[in-house]
């Protein structure tokens, strides 16, 4: 091809295609200039190729061109910039989008080669350009093109979306939601994740609303509450704007919902927890795309195949196996005190002195052991209740968070130091414990507080509520339950009188036999003092006797239920196990009577062993009992 086939071609003289290729064409008709252009581009001729080719002199710049992308390129474009420093090259960047038409591609200041990233295709005039120039080039795109010419590097969101729904699914998630830009690729990719691991699609669990909107971020907090254990985001904006809501909900990544980013963000290890992202798009992309290009820079050809960027997965924090028991999210209101427990022969009488055989410091409360023993039991635990600002208080609230437990609603008070509960624990056979307690910060958890977070009991199934924390304050985040649909379960542990509004709005009230009488007082029996509460509006009442095992009194049964039958060491912990068993089991949908078992056979493995907290069983331990359960306690 040559200007005399160009001319033929386009029925003009070898002069007009001159004056055209070399731009002294204003004497030239504007069709006339554009029938010999697109002959040009038709058969890509290069005027004086081969002299161009033999004459080359470096520039040393590279110029990136951003057509229209769907993704922050800033850490890429770095990338490339330190890559090419590293050779001795410096860079130019523009945007197609904003400026195409000013950009002077090949006028004045030559480039030794191009990199396009986005969608090119409304840009034309430019590649066809780029092609007559011959100036080596490279695009990279998130689907193949098939432009002529130029060689691709592929981000194939398809095959990225599938290898991130893959890892998650490989982590044990079934239910996956997808937080993606309206792409069908990325959705291509997601299916077919699905498919492959014979996991039914469901459309309500891609969110594809616009959460920079007022309306997509509040149905970004109904999306959430779908039961959901994982979630891919498509980018840095996604994740925060999810981690946002979680905090607000009182969700814990990845304890409740695993996360996963299809983008890497430099931010991403300074969020709490750090964020596992897949690694396509950043890190040693732009080093590839770079050298890409220098070798054709080197060799002046295009003759590159397509090349697909590497998926690799960079795993943080935000990703884990879902909990194997999927117990129902459940609220504890109470108190959190440091246990100073004190090893004695025997309980000392009035005015007596005597010496200990030990101490220990334990962390302690009913409220924190009932949260902590729900937790070891694998369920969703929210803790609401107030500490000293104080050393103690610091070592509590850790304690704390290395159980699981979610301290969200936990706040530190300057007033008060941090409650104290003094356990004497007789050496005898008995193992029959006294505790004196010191509210300290507790008794500043206020209603202002429950108000504060009225939030975390969406959704809960269950409260734990017990009376070492104001009575006024208690009866106040009973009715919030009550608004919320949430069932209580009340311990009357430190309170000198319980009113009857409180007890109706209780729907699992659980006192000991010596609880039970500051609240019925007189001679009548147990059985009796059941029926009185019962007949008062409590649903279900729950009497626990020790080593007679318990109680139980509601429309359906008025019977007793025996021990666990274990050799009781410290008996301290005995009433919160069975309380936290309870709950975490009737969460589950376990029936009361085989709900009883286990919470019967939590608090008898609990007094077998030194403290609370520290002897409260974990799941695997309590369910090797299953089996004597089951026979023991039948409907």
């Known amino acids: 091809m040559n200007i005399k086939d160009i001319a033929n071609i386009a029925g003009v003289s070898t002069s007009t295609v001159s004056k055209v290729l070399n731009k002294k064409d204003r004497d030239i008709s504007e ?3 554009e029938r010999i252009l697109q002959v040009v581009r038709e058969y890509q001729y290069v005027p004086y190729s081969k002299i161009r080719k033999n004459t080359y002199i470096k520039s040393y710049y590279i110029e990136v061109l951003l057509a229209d992308i769907r993704y922050d390129c800033t850490d890429l474009i770095y990338c490339i910039g330190q890559a090419a420093s590293g050779k001795g090259y410096s860079i130019v960047v523009n945007n197609l989008k904003e400026n195409w038409k000013q950009i002077k591609l090949l006028d004045g200041k030559d480039v030794d080669g191009i990199i396009v990233i986005g969608d090119f295709s409304k840009y034309r005039e430019i590649v066809s350009e780029i092609r007559i ?19 691709e590097v592929i981000y194939n969101e398809e095959e990225v979306v599938y290898s991130a729904v893959s890892y998650l699914i490989e982590k044990g998630h079934t239910n996956i939601g997808c937080m993606i830009s309206d792409s069908p690729a990325a959705v291509r990719g997601y299916r077919r994740a699905l498919y492959e691991y014979k996991i039914e699609f ?27 254990t994982a979630v891919l985001c498509s980018d840095e904006e996604k994740v925060i704007s999810l981690y946002r809501v979680f905090s607000e909900k009182g969700i814990s990544v990845p304890e409740d919902v695993s996360v996963i980013s299809l983008k890497d963000s430099k931010y991403f290890d300074l969020l709490k927890p750090s964020v596992t992202a897949v690694t396509a798009w950043e890190g040693k992309c732009g080093e590839r795309i770079t050298e ?7 060799n002046r ?45 025997y309980i000392p009488t009035k005015g007596e002195a005597m010496i200990a055989t030990g ?108 009376l070492e924390i104001p009575i006024e304050t208690a009866s106040y985040a009973a009715s919030i339950c009550q608004k919320k649909n ?21 729907t699992y009230f659980i006192p000991n036999e010596k609880e039970l009488k500051l609240v019925i007082s007189g001679d009548e029996t147990v059985e009796e003092k059941a029926e009185r509460l019962w007949n008062l509006g409590v649903e279900n009442v729950i009497v626990t006797l020790g080593k007679e095992g318990c109680y139980l009194r509601n429309a359906e049964y008025a019977r007793h239920f025996p021990a666990a039958g274990f050799e009781s060491i410290d008996t301290t912990g005995g009433a919160d196990a069975f309380i936290s068993a309870l709950a975490v089991y009737l969460s589950e949908n376990v029936p009361l009577v085989r ?41």
């Open 486 to 506: 949430v069932k209580v379960i009340l311990k009357p542990s430190g309170a000198e009188k319980i009113y009857e509004e409180l007890l109706k709005k209780v």
């Open 202 to 228: 469901n459309n309500v669990n891609i969110f594809k609303e616009d959460i920079t909107m007022r309306e997509g971020r509040e149905r970004l907090r109904e999306w959430t509450e779908l039961k959901i």
């Open 31 to 33: 069709a006339t200039r």
């Open 301 to 345: 050809s295009s003759a590159l195949e397509s090349i697909y960027i590497p998926i690799n997965i960079k795993e943080r924090e935000s990703v884990k196996f879902p909990n194997k028991w999927q117990g129902q999210k459940i609220v504890v209101v109470g108190s959190l005190n440091l246990d100073v427990s004190i090893s004695v022969p």
């Open 292 to 298: 890409f290009l220098l070798e054709q820079v080197k």
């Open 133 to 151: 120039k011959q100036i080596p080039c490279i695009h990279l795109g998130f689907t193949r093109q098939k432009e002529k010419g130029i060689p």
């Open 359 to 466: 101490t220990t410091l334990i962390p302690g409360g009913k409220g924190a052991n009932q949260a902590i023993g729900a937790a070891k039991l694998g369920s969703k635990v929210y803790m609401i209740g107030c500490l000293g600002n104080d050393s103690d208080g610091k070592d509590l609230y850790g304690n704390l968070l290395e159980h699981k437990v979610r301290t969200d609603g936990i706040e530190f008070e300057n007033t008060f130091s941090t409650g104290k509960a003094y356990i004497n624990i007789p050496e005898n056979d008995d193992g029959d414990s006294t505790i004196i307690v010191y509210p300290g910060a507790n008794r500043a958890l206020s209603r202002r507080q429950i108000k504060k977070y009225e939030y975390l009991f969406e959704s809960a199934k269950y409260c734990l509520l017990s």
């Open 595 to 635: 709900a009883l078992g286990f919470a019967t056979y939590s608090a008898g493995i609990t007094v077998t062993r030194q403290g609370v907290q520290p002897a409260m069983p974990d799941r695997i331990t309590l369910e090797m009992y299953q089996d004597m359960i089951m026979d023991t306690f039948e409907e």
